[in-house]
T-cell receptor, first 115, second 117 residues
Framework: KAGVTQTPRYLIKTRGQQVTLSCSPI?????VSWYQQTPGQGLQFLFE???????NKGNFPGRFSGRQFSNSRSEMNVSTLELGDSALYLC??????????????FGPGTRLLVL | EDKVVQSPLSLVVHEGDTVTLNCSYE??????LLWYKQEKKAPTFLFML????IEKKSGRLSSILDKKELSSILNITATQTGDSAIYLC?????????????????FGKGTLLTVNP
């Protein structure tokens, strides 16, 4: 089984720009979660998608958005980038049973640097 | 607001030692507690503990959930240098909203474990 893939792996943007990150989950997994990891705040939950629907959202501003396609691939978008958005963005492919988390597999992440 | 607190923040031991990492939480509608290991890359899932599965073991790693004390420990016996990593604890809660249900994951800041040869 192929693992979780994320693209791009590295990205440099300037303030005010927008960015779109992509994640392909493990085949057969219908749930994808996104996280932001920074040295100061640690790992923080952004949102989760299941069957093209956003199931839950963390405490991030509306500049952070996402979507999921019918093939379970997911994208997240950050508009009007700020310096503080520099972080490692991780996508996780979730294996759930009856809706509850069973196991979770992380992708390698996209490291975003905002200048 | 959900809280997950891990202790200690960092720990340095020698190979062969046994370590115990702690995770305490304040979460409404608790569903499960998860442990992860993170080296210089993305986290790796270790265990999930729930009310129906409060103890898990895999090789030298084991974990117990204490629902009464709202905490969990992760034990690593006979530590090796390859165990050096950040160990993250996360708690998942069940929340409901109109139109469906959802789960939310809150992470602790992690424990940095260094195992010296």
């Amino acid at each position: 089984k192929a693992g979780v893939t994320q693209t791009p792996r590295y990205l440099i943007k300037t303030r005010g720009q927008q960015v779109t990150l992509s994640c392909s989950p493990i085949s057969g997994h219908r749930s994808v979660s996104w996280y932001q990891q920074t040295p100061g705040q640690g790992l923080q939950f952004l949102f989760e998608y299941f069957s093209e629907t956003q199931r839950n959202k963390g405490n991030f501003p509306g500049r952070f958005s996402g979507r999921q396609f019918s093939n379970s691939r997911s994208e997240m978008n950050v508009s009007t980038l700020e310096l503080g958005d520099s972080a490692l963005y991780l996508c996780a492919s979730n294996e759930r049973s009856s809706g509850a988390q069973e196991t979770q597999y992380f992708g390698p992440g996209t490291r975003l640097l905002v200048l | 607001e959900d809280k997950v607190v891990q202790s200690p923040l960092s720990l340095v031991v020698h190979e062969g030692d046994t370590v115990t990492l702690n995770c305490s939480y304040e979460v409404t509608n608790f569903r499960s507690l998860l442990w992860y290991k993170q080296e210089k890359k993305a986290p790796t899932f270790l265990f999930m503990l729930t009310s129906s599965g409060i103890e898990k073991k895999s090789g030298r790693l084991s974990s117990i959930l204490d629902k009464k004390e709202l905490s969990s420990i992760l034990n690593i016996t006979a530590t090796q240098t390859g165990d050096s990593a950040i160990y993250l604890c996360a708690v998942e809660r069940f929340g409901s909203r109109s139109g469906g249900s959802n789960y939310k994951l809150t992470f602790g800041k992690g424990t940095l474990l260094t195992v010296n040869p």
